[in-house]
Structures are given as structure tokens and as C-alpha cells.
């Protein structure tokens, strides 16, 4: 049966559900939250969303778009060009090498292997922005508090990208 | 039945070659743009003008229900301390009047010292107001992005104000949006003057909550609660401006607590004091090749 244009732009906007979802967290990183101490430790949440969207549906989320996604954030963030972009492909990279591990696993397993690749990402984002800006390096604790926010409120921000998943992606 | 399955995997093959190429050339490129950020500060610094121009907006609408909640949170909890606070105020008010004779008196002296000694005038200033529309960087970087670029006057190098203080500089203007780099990063460094007797130091952020003091001659020269000002050397700030006060002095390394909290700023004052200061210089290569 042929697809009405209507469907066809349905199917194409559905398409676009983890390239949008992953560029709106990003965006909401940076909004500010008027909560007091909260913006120093503001967790890496595009990360969380390439993990999901890695794991969940590989074929909606390419290199590509990580890519200008991370991009984008640097430019925004004002953080070293290139640095944001590296660990969420590398990241990517890590999760799509071990599609069979993270084949129906229960959540417990999923939230420890985020807090594996969140370590690493971390640590290498510190590393670059460390060597790259003229300054010198981040102190380590304003680094792992970031981490362990982002740890901390996966589970949250992964219910809702499940939502999104189930919602508009459910075929 | 063979032939399609085979036809089937050799199109496998060759998408894992397109990606895996697609992903070596990506993470080269992120190598390449570390490089290009450090080399060319000028294209670097348009992009993120483009980039943030284009994305304020959207980011303007993203703002405002935190905005909102702020808002009604900080109502909530002045409605609780109404009587208290009026209490203070009037008490700080009939304090203010004192004060307010004793600032007229001294202005009419002023004014008749200075017609003594033919002195210059410092500049006015002349001022812009913003709101912040996003928070950047988190633990990485310490930016804001506000709502006022070089249409509304703004230019690199100006001073950024909030109420209790400095805020930091403007780093980058775009047409209808700035960054400002805030005292805190790991990038800021201000000339300062400490306590009253008005020590020289730099006061220089490590993306923590406290920057810090270095070159301060002297590290007994300060203690917990002198006021930290900035010092007006350079040429990039005027002198005078608060910034903070000292919160620690540990084994040399004295800790600063700015006025300003990063994450209670909803509007800014940009001001233009004049001063050219060392951020509006060129760059130093752009320099040496003269």
C-alpha cells in the first residue's frame, strides 16, 4: 500500500524524535535553574541521551548528528570547539561495539554501564578543556560532583526519553 | 535464495566500512577543531557569535518557566519574612538618612576641593540592561548568555554588573547576544585591590565557586572579611567596583566569595565605562605580525 504525503511527513517528523530530544536536553543544560549551587554541577545530559538513543534505536541517531549536536554545544557553552563533540561520539562509538551486551538487560545493569561511559567521558572532557585551555585544569572535585549529577538523575531523564521512545516511536 | 542473501551482506559490509570511516573522520575533526579553537580565535569567535545569536531566542523561551517558578518561590518566601523585613528596612532607612546628609556634605566638599585642583573627571558610564537567558559551561566553563548584543551597544571588554557586584566581562558580542565570562572561570583574571589597605592582587577564577588571589605580595596582607574592589590597573575596569570579600586564607591561597551568586542572576547591567582595556586589544599574533 502507498503511503499518503501525510504519512510520509508523519513517519519522517517520528525519524527525528532522538535528534530533536538529544538537541533539547542539551539546550535545557543550559537554561538556568535559579537554584543555587545547582549550575556548577549541571550534568551532561546529552550524553545521557546519546546512550539511550544508542542503545535503543542505532539507526535514528547517526554519527553525524552526535557529531553536530556536540558541536553545537561547545559553540553555546563556550567550552574548548570539539571537546563536547568527542566524548558523545566516543561514547556512541563505545555503546553500538556492545550492542549484544546491552541487549535486554535490566535497568540496574544499564544505569552502571551509563556510570562506566559518563566516568570515562567525563574524565576525558577534563583532560581536553585541561589541555586545551590556557589556564589549566578544572579543579577534579567541581568535575566529579558534575559526574555524580549526572549519575545521579539518569534514571530520571532516562524514564522520560523511554516515554518519548514509546510514545512517538513505537512501531 | 543464495544470491540476495549474499548481495544482503556484502551491503552490510559495506555500511560498517561507510560508518566506521564516517566515525574516524568525525573524531579526526573534533581533533581538528580543538586546534583550529587554540589557532584561530577570530573564525572561532564568529561561529559562537552566529551560533548563540541564532539560539538566544529559543533559549529565551527555555528560560522563562524557571523564570516563572523563581519568581513565585521568592515571593512565597518574602510574603514569610514581611515583618521582619520591614522592621529592618526601617531601621536601615532612618540609618540611610544619616548617611544621605553625611554624602551631601562631603559632596559639596568634593566639589570644592576639586575646583581647587583642576581634576579630570572620571568618565560616566552609560548603561544597558539584560536578562540571562542561560547558565553554560556547568562545571567546565563559566558563561552566561544575555539578550543584549552590539545593536543594544554592547561591546567586548564592557563591565557586566548585578546588583551586589561584578558579574564579569563581556567576552563576545553578537548582533542581539553576549557572553559574558563571569569572575568565576577559569579564564577571568581582574586586577583587584584588597581589604583597606587596599593591597594589589589578581583575582583569578578556577571554575570553582571561590576564585582566587594571586600576586598578592603579601598573603597576611588579607583576612577573612576585607572587601575585595577591583583595582582599576590595565585599564579594564574602573576602580572601585565590588566583587567580594575574602572568605578563606589558607597556607598562601586566599579564597575570595563573590557578592554575586552565578545562579540568582536573572538581569544584568552592562556598563560602558570607556576603557579599552586589555580585552579589546588585538590579538598578539594579529599584533606581532605588524
Given at each position: 500500500m502507498q503511503a499518503t504525503i501525510l504519512q510520509r511527513m508523519d513517519g519522517a517528523a517520528r525519524r527525528l524524535v532522538p535528534f530533536g530530544v538529544t538537541l533539547v536536553l542539551m539546550l535545557f543544560a543550559m537554561?538556568?535553574?535559579?537554584?543555587?549551587?545547582l549550575s556548577h554541577i549541571t550534568p551532561l545530559y546529552a550524553l545521557m541521551a546519546v546512550y539511550f538513543w544508542s542503545i535503543?534505536?542505532?539507526?535514528?541517531?547517526g554519527y553525524g548528528s552526535t557529531f553536530a549536536i556536540g558541536v553545537l554545544e561547545d559553540l553555546l557553552a563556550g567550552?574548548?570547539?570539539g571537546s563536547g563533540a568527542l566524548i558523545l561520539l566516543l561514547c556512541q562509538w563505545i555503546v553500538l561495539h556492545q550492542q549484544k551486551f546491552f541487549n535486554n538487560k535490566p535497568f540496574g545493569v544499564m544505569w552502571l554501564a551509563f556510570a562506566l561511559v559518563a566516568a570515562g567521558a567525563s574524565l576525558l572532557r577534563w583532560l581536553c578543556v585541561g589541555l586545551v585551555e590556557t589556564s589549566g585544569f578544572t579543579p577534579v572535585t567541581e568535575m566529579a560532583a558534575s559526574y555524580l549529577m549526572t549519575v545521579a538523575i539518569y534514571p530520571i531523564v532516562g524514564w522520560f526519553l523511554a516515554k518519548a521512545h514509546m510514545k512517538l516511536l513505537a512501531q | 535464495m543464495r544470491a540476495p542473501t549474499g548481495q544482503i551482506s556484502r551491503f552490510g559490509t559495506l555500511k560498517t566500512l561507510l560508518q566506521r570511516f564516517a566515525f574516524l573522520s568525525l573524531i579526526g575533526l573534533t581533533f581538528a577543531l580543538m586546534l583550529i579553537g587554540k589557532a584561530d580565535t577570530v573564525l572561532v569567535e564568529r561561529a559562537r557569535d552566529a551560533v548563540t545569536d541564532a539560539v538566544t531566542p529559543v533559549l529565551r523561551v527555555m528560560s522563562q518557566p524557571a523564570g516563572a517558578v523563581a519568581d513565585f518561590v521568592n515571593n512565597l518566601r518574602e510574603l514569610a519574612a514581611i515583618r521582619e523585613e520591614n522592621a529592618e528596612l526601617r531601621e536601615a532607612n532612618a540609618r540611610l538618612l544619616q548617611w544621605q546628609s553625611a554624602a551631601q556634605r562631603l559632596e559639596a566638599e568634593n566639589k570644592s576641593l576639586r575646583s581647587l585642583t583642576a581634576l579630570v573627571p572620571e568618565p560616566t558610564a552609560t548603561f544597558v540592561t539584560a536578562r540571562v537567558v542561560a547558565d553554560t559551561g556547568g562545571a567546565f566553563a563559566q558563561s552566561i548568555l544575555i539578550t543584549a548584543g552590539q545593536s543594544q551597544g554592547v561591546k567586548k571588554g564592557q563591565i557586566v554588573m548585578a546588583g551586589e557586584g561584578l558579574v564579569g566581562r563581556v567576552l563576545q558580542a553578537g548582533m542581539y547576544s553576549a557572553r559574558v565570562l563571569l569572575v568565576?572561570?577559569?579564564n577571568s583574571r581582574i586586577p583587584v585591590m584588597v581589604g583597606e589597605a587596599g593591597n594589589r592582587a589578581i583575582l583569578a577564577g578556577d571554575n570553582g565557586l571561590r576564585p582566587r588571589l594571586l600576586?598578592?605580595?603579601?598573603?597576611?596582607?588579607a583576612a577573612p572579611g576585607d572587601k575585595v574592589v577591583t583595582s582599576g590597573d590595565a585599564e579594564a575596569f574602573p576602580p572601585g567596583l565590588p566583587i567580594g570579600q575574602v572568605a578563606r586564607v589558607d597556607e598562601g591561597v586566599v579564597e575570595v566569595e563573590p557578592f554575586v551568586v552565578r545562579d540568582k542572576i536573572q538581569h544584568v547591567r552592562i556598563a560602558d565605562y570607556g576603557l579599552t582595556g586589555i580585552?579589546?586589544?588585538?590579538?598578539p599574533q594579529a599584533a606581532a605580525g605588524k
Amino acid at each position: 500500500m502507498q503511503a499518503t504525503i501525510l504519512q510520509r511527513m508523519d513517519g519522517a517528523a517520528r525519524r527525528l524524535v532522538p535528534f530533536g530530544v538529544t538537541l533539547v536536553l542539551m539546550l535545557f543544560a543550559m537554561t538556568p535553574t535559579y537554584v543555587p549551587g545547582l549550575s556548577h554541577i549541571t550534568p551532561l545530559y546529552a550524553l545521557m541521551a546519546v546512550y539511550f538513543w544508542s542503545i535503543y534505536r542505532p539507526d535514528l541517531l547517526g554519527y553525524g548528528s552526535t557529531f553536530a549536536i556536540g558541536v553545537l554545544e561547545d559553540l553555546l557553552a563556550g567550552t574548548p570547539l570539539g571537546s563536547g563533540a568527542l566524548i558523545l561520539l566516543l561514547c556512541q562509538w563505545i555503546v553500538l561495539h556492545q550492542q549484544k551486551f546491552f541487549n535486554n538487560k535490566p535497568f540496574g545493569v544499564m544505569w552502571l554501564a551509563f556510570a562506566l561511559v559518563a566516568a570515562g567521558a567525563s574524565l576525558l572532557r577534563w583532560l581536553c578543556v585541561g589541555l586545551v585551555e590556557t589556564s589549566g585544569f578544572t579543579p577534579v572535585t567541581e568535575m566529579a560532583a558534575s559526574y555524580l549529577m549526572t549519575v545521579a538523575i539518569y534514571p530520571i531523564v532516562g524514564w522520560f526519553l523511554a516515554k518519548a521512545h514509546m510514545k512517538l516511536l513505537a512501531q | 535464495m543464495r544470491a540476495p542473501t549474499g548481495q544482503i551482506s556484502r551491503f552490510g559490509t559495506l555500511k560498517t566500512l561507510l560508518q566506521r570511516f564516517a566515525f574516524l573522520s568525525l573524531i579526526g575533526l573534533t581533533f581538528a577543531l580543538m586546534l583550529i579553537g587554540k589557532a584561530d580565535t577570530v573564525l572561532v569567535e564568529r561561529a559562537r557569535d552566529a551560533v548563540t545569536d541564532a539560539v538566544t531566542p529559543v533559549l529565551r523561551v527555555m528560560s522563562q518557566p524557571a523564570g516563572a517558578v523563581a519568581d513565585f518561590v521568592n515571593n512565597l518566601r518574602e510574603l514569610a519574612a514581611i515583618r521582619e523585613e520591614n522592621a529592618e528596612l526601617r531601621e536601615a532607612n532612618a540609618r540611610l538618612l544619616q548617611w544621605q546628609s553625611a554624602a551631601q556634605r562631603l559632596e559639596a566638599e568634593n566639589k570644592s576641593l576639586r575646583s581647587l585642583t583642576a581634576l579630570v573627571p572620571e568618565p560616566t558610564a552609560t548603561f544597558v540592561t539584560a536578562r540571562v537567558v542561560a547558565d553554560t559551561g556547568g562545571a567546565f566553563a563559566q558563561s552566561i548568555l544575555i539578550t543584549a548584543g552590539q545593536s543594544q551597544g554592547v561591546k567586548k571588554g564592557q563591565i557586566v554588573m548585578a546588583g551586589e557586584g561584578l558579574v564579569g566581562r563581556v567576552l563576545q558580542a553578537g548582533m542581539y547576544s553576549a557572553r559574558v565570562l563571569l569572575v568565576t572561570d577559569i579564564n577571568s583574571r581582574i586586577p583587584v585591590m584588597v581589604g583597606e589597605a587596599g593591597n594589589r592582587a589578581i583575582l583569578a577564577g578556577d571554575n570553582g565557586l571561590r576564585p582566587r588571589l594571586l600576586f598578592l605580595g603579601n598573603t597576611s596582607a588579607a583576612a577573612p572579611g576585607d572587601k575585595v574592589v577591583t583595582s582599576g590597573d590595565a585599564e579594564a575596569f574602573p576602580p572601585g567596583l565590588p566583587i567580594g570579600q575574602v572568605a578563606r586564607v589558607d597556607e598562601g591561597v586566599v579564597e575570595v566569595e563573590p557578592f554575586v551568586v552565578r545562579d540568582k542572576i536573572q538581569h544584568v547591567r552592562i556598563a560602558d565605562y570607556g576603557l579599552t582595556g586589555i580585552l579589546a586589544q588585538q590579538p598578539p599574533q594579529a599584533a606581532a605580525g605588524k
